[in-house]
């Protein structure tokens, strides 16, 4: 069965540093994985996706992820913090059943930003 | 325009009664489903229609019924409401061969009193 595990439950960084969210999968087979991000009080916007085509996969707002078989990660990254990244953030790996797609999530990671 | 939306956006309700929730994609969408968000912010998945056919179920206790009207419409019908069914309800919906992308609504916060 696919997993997804997020290290660390809550990251924070100053305004203008390197973010840096975790995010290591289990899979069987070649996976499908996605990083949303959920505002408080709204639904999950997907940031990014890697669906077996470039390892390193840019997404909106200057965040990108890199896929690493070998370590079986997808650790998700941006150059420089803003204070509206501030968010909580979830990796999902999918299983594709029948036209459809089961996303397995990771338990999340409260990003906060310092001034 | 609004893409895949939840009425209510918020639902407050006793023990032991029925309720249900509406969504509605726009998006031209073959698939949809629901998810349940606890209180702490875990996701996961409960059903999945696609053309109207159940796809995914979930365990989930037999009280939630999950019925889908057209490729558009996926409602929940949740009878006999327990305190542990209080929670953030999120549709989404997705189109086959778009590598699955989904698309979520705005979620349907269920408090039960």
Redesign the interface.
């Known amino acids: 069965a696919q997993s997804v595990t997020q290290l660390g439950s809550h990251v924070s960084v100053s305004e203008g540093a390197l973010v840096l969210l975790r995010c290591n999968y289990s899979s069987s087979v070649p996976p499908y994985l996605f990083w949303y991000v959920q505002y408080p009080n709204q639904g999950l916007q997907l940031l990014l996706k890697y669906t077996s085509a470039a390892t390193l996969v840019k997404g909106i707002n200057d965040f990108e992820a890199e896929f690493k078989k070998s370590e079986t990660s997808f650790h998700l990254t941006k150059p420089s913090a803003h204070m509206s990244d501030a968010a909580e953030y979830f990796c999902a790996v999918s299983d594709r059943i029948q036209g459809a797609q089961k996303l397995v999530f990771g338990q999340g990671t409260r990003l906060t930003i310092n001034p | 325009d609004t893409a895949?939306s939840q009425t209510p956006k918020y639902l407050v309700t006793q023990m032991g009664n029925d309720k249900s929730i509406k969504c509605e994609q726009n998006l031209g969408h073959?698939?949809m489903?629901w998810?349940k968000q606890d209180s702490?912010?875990?996701?996961?998945?409960m059903f999945?229609?696609?053309?109207k056919e159940l796809?995914?179920n979930e365990t989930v206790p037999n009280r939630f019924s999950p019925k889908s009207p057209d490729k558009a419409h996926l409602n929940l019908h949740i009878n006999s409401l327990e305190l542990g069914d209080s929670a953030v309800y999120?549709c989404?919906s997705?189109q086959?061969g778009n590598?699955?992308?989904?698309?979520?609504?705005?979620?349907t916060r269920l408090t039960v009193t």
Do not use: H, R
């Open positions: 895949v073959d698939t489903y998810y702490k912010k875990f996701l996961k998945i999945s229609y696609n053309n796809i995914i999120f989404a997705s086959a590598s699955y992308e989904q698309y979520f609504g705005p979620g």
